[in-house]
């Protein structure tokens, strides 16, 4: 059985998508006095900027960045009822430390200087949402949202980690360092998922 291709973002798609949501973010929040929306902008900058998993972006906190390194160690399923539950990632090789790109670096400072305005903020706080994280169906609707003003194909959240995959085999990254970026238990598992990006090999 064939499988299924995950759709991903170049990254002349990815400055459409990442613009328009800044525009969105930009426009709301100035309606509504409000920094709420600047949360998913980042979301979307962590997911293309880190590869990183949605319920591991969902569970970090500002004290997980430590000089330019982000810590990953937690992972957050959010459940109807209940509560969100907050475990250890994925497997074993999914705690790791990945460095910060600079376009990113310059997204997260911006937003941490905004959150430090707010009344009770702390380093525990979640990067994206405060006290509680941001909620799967809002971040769904805002990736719809912001592939419609940018008017280019809408892809998955995880689709996000195939676009980071993406730009480091672009750029002759070797394919255990995407591997350990990503989180896998094994090479193998990077190679069948990401082998399509390295086609003269």
Known sequence: EEKKKIDFYTSEEFKKYIKSAKQNATELSQSTVSMYEWNFYVFFNIAFYTGMRKGEIY??????????????????????????????????????SITIPLPLKKVLDKHLQCYKKVSGFNENWRICGGEVCIRNTNVDNHNKRYAELAGIKKISIHGFRHSHASVLANNGINIQEIARRLGHSNVEITWNTFSHLYPQE
């Open 59 to 96: 569970a970090l906190r500002w004290n997980d960045i430590e000089n330019n390194i982000i810590h990953i160690s937690r992972s957050i399923t959010q459940k109807l009822k209940g509560g969100d539950r907050e475990t250890p990632p994925k497997n074993k090789s999914s705690i790791r």
